[in-house]
C-alpha cells in the first residue's frame, strides 16, 4: 500500500500466543488521500462506532467517519480489534489524534453513543473535544425502562431539537410535568449532551444523531462477514466505489451550494410567510413569529434563534429579512462557505489509488503473523443474520410489532390484566365479536365462460 498509496498510515499489532506464535491483535488504516481532503476541506465534526464482525474469529471493527458538503458520509479511518472496551478506543483515539491533527480535541466535535469504554477515552486522549451523545441511543435507553408512555417520544424529540436554552427549558418544563420519573431518569444521562441549544457553533452541524457512522457500518454487512484481508480489501473498493458515484453525481449538479442548503431553504421558506420584519441598527432587525420576537444580524450572520448559528443556513428569520429587504440582501451570499459546491467538488477530486492483487503482493521477509483463535462451534454453521432488534427499537418496516410490554384488556368490561373468559365482574354483558369477512369467489363456471367468450366489445364494429 506504501507504494501505490505514499502517505497512508497502518499499524498491524501482534502478540505471541500458545507454541510461541505470532497471533494477530488488532489492525488499523488510514488513507492519505481521505485524511488530507478531510483536513483540507471538511467541516471538523466526526462521528465514530463499532460493530461486530461476522466471521468465526469474532473481533469488532471501529470506524470514524466524517461529513462531506452535503452532510453525506465519508470515511476516514477504521480499525480491528477483538474487543470494544477502554484499552482499544484509547489506542484507535490516539491514532485518530496523529492522523487527523486533533491535538487536545479544540475545535473539533465528536458523535458517538454512550459505550462506556468510549466515555473514559474520550475524556482521557480528547478532554477539550466537544462530544455529542447520539439522542437515539439515550432515547432507546429511556424506551426499556419507561416503555407505556405514549407522549414520552414526542417530549424527549422536543427537548432535543430545541435549538436554545428558552426552548428547552420550556420542553423540560413539559417532561417534568408529564412524568418525573422520566425527567430524573433524562437529567441523569445529561441532555446537554444531546440538545442542540448546547451545541457549539463552529462545526456549522446540527446534529444530535449518529447515524452516518450507523449508515456506513451498514454498508459494510457483507464485508464484515469475510476473512480480514478480504474484508479490509473489500472496505477499500467500497470506498473507491462510494466516491466515484459522488463525483459522477457532482457533474450534473449546477447550483452554488450542495443540495442540503437547498433543501433546508426550502423548508424554512415555507415558514418565513408568517414572520414580521423590523429594521433597527445597520444590520440588525427584530423579527416576529408567532408572537415572538427573535433579533437577527445579518453582519454577524447570527440569530437568536441559533438555527442560522448552528447550520451556517439562514433560518426563516433571516430569510424574511432578505424577503424584505431585496435591494440589500441576497441568500446565496449568507450561506457559509463550508457548502460550497467547488468544495464539494474538492472533497471528490481524487481517490484511494489502485492496488494490485494479493498474487502480486511481494513477502515482505518478516515472520508468518498466525490468525487469532478460533471458538469451537458444534452443529452446522449458522447463516450471518442482520441485527436483532431490541424490545425498546422501532420495529422494521414490513414486521409486526412486538408484544413485549403490552397491556391485555378484557373486552367485555374493558379492565386490564384480563380477558373475557376469566372476567370476574359478573353481570357485564358480553360483548360479540365482529363477523370476520369472508371473501367472495366467483363460480368456475362464470370464469370458464368470460374465458371462451374473450373480452367484451365496447364498441361496435365497422364493416
Known amino acids: 500500500m506504501d507504494r501505490t498509496n505514499p502517505g497512508s498510515v497502518t499499524d498491524l499489532r501482534t502478540v505471541i500466543g500458545p507454541g510461541e506464535l505470532e497471533v494477530f491483535d488488532r489492525f488499523y488504516v488510514c488513507y492519505a488521500v481521505l485524511r488530507d481532503i478531510w483536513l483540507a476541506t471538511c467541516r471538523p465534526i466526526f462521528g465514530i462506532d463499532g460493530c461486530f464482525l461476522k466471521t468465526t474469529a469474532k473481533g469488532q471493527l471501529l ?25 482499544t478506543w484509547v489506542w484507535f483515539l490516539q491514532k485518530l489524534k496523529t492522523d487527523l491533527k486533533l491535538g487536545n480535541g479544540d475545535g473539533f466535535t465528536l458523535v458517538s453513543d ?33 416503555p407505556n408512555k405514549p407522549q414520552m417520544k414526542k417530549l424527549f424529540w ?3 431539537e430545541s435549538h ?14 408529564y412524568d418525573k420519573d422520566v425527567y430524573e431518569a433524562f437529567m441523569a444521562r445529561n441532555p446537554e449532551t444531546c440538545c442542540r441549544a448546547f451545541f457549539t457553533t463552529t462545526c456549522c452541524c446540527e446534529d444530535a444523531l449518529n447515524n452516518n457512522s450507523e449508515s456506513y457500518n451498514k454498508t459494510l454487512e457483507k464485508a464484515r462477514a469475510m476473512p480480514l484481508v478480504e474484508m479490509l480489501e473489500t472496505m477499500r473498493r467500497l470506498a473507491m466505489k462510494r466516491i466515484n458515484l459522488r463525483k459522477n453525481k457532482l457533474t450534473k449538479h449546477k447550483g452554488k451550494f450542495s443540495l442540503k442548503v437547498s433543501k433546508m431553504i426550502e423548508s424554512e421558506t415555507r415558514h418565513r410567510k408568517y414572520c414580521k420584519s423590523l429594521p433597527g441598527p445597520t444590520g440588525e432587525f427584530e423579527v416576529s413569529e408567532n ?41 446565496d451570499n449568507l450561506v457559509s462557505h463550508w457548502y460550497l459546491t467547488s468544495k464539494w467538488q474538492q472533497q471528490y477530486s481524487d481517490s484511494i489509488k489502485p492496488v494490485k492483487g494479493i498474487k502480486f503482493w511481494k513477502p515482505s521477509g518478516e515472520s508468518t503473523i498466525q490468525a487469532p483463535p478460533r471458538e469451537k462451534s458444534k452443529g452446522r454453521k449458522k447463516k450471518a443474520q442482520q441485527r436483532i432488534k431490541g424490545v425498546n427499537e422501532s420495529p422494521t418496516k414490513g414486521k409486526k410489532v412486538t408484544q413485549h410490554a403490552r397491556i391485555m384488556h378484557c373486552s367485555r368490561c374493558g379492565f386490564p390484566e384480563h380477558n373475557c373468559t376469566k372476567c370476574p365482574n359478573v353481570g357485564v354483558a358480553c360483548k360479540p365479536r365482529p363477523p370476520k369477512k369472508q371473501k367472495t369467489t366467483r363460480p368456475q363456471e362464470e370464469i370458464a365462460l368470460d374465458v371462451c367468450e374473450g373480452p367484451t366489445q365496447t364498441q361496435p364494429s365497422h364493416t
Not at 458538503?69 to 474487543?83: D, E, R, T
Not at 475524556?123 to 473535544?129: G, Q, R
Not at 451556517?312 to 432578505?322: N, Q
Open 63 to 87: 470506524a470514524a467517519v466524517g461529513r462531506d458538503a452535503n452532510n453525506q458520509i465519508y470515511p476516514l479511518a477504521w480499525a480491528v480489534v477483538h474487543k470494544e472496551n477502554t484499552e
Open 291 to 331: 408572537s415572538m420576537q427573535y433579533a437577527v444580524d445579518m453582519r454577524a450572520r447570527t440569530c437568536s434563534c441559533r438555527r442560522w448559528d448552528l447550520t451556517g443556513i439562514p433560518c426563516r428569520h433571516a430569510l424574511r429579512v432578505v424577503l424584505d429587504q431585496k435591494k440589500t440582501y441576497k441568500t
Open 114 to 146: 454512550r459505550q462506556k469504554g468510549l466515555l473514559i477515552a474520550v475524556d482521557e486522549e480528547l478532554p477539550n473535544v466537544e462530544h455529542r451523545m447520539c439522542a437515539r441511543h439515550i432515547y432507546g435507553n429511556l424506551r426499556k425502562f419507561y
Open 164 to 177: 436554545n436554552e428558552a426552548d428547552y427549558k420550556a420542553s423540560m418544563k413539559e417532561l417534568e410535568e
Open 158 to 160: 422536543s427537548v432535543v
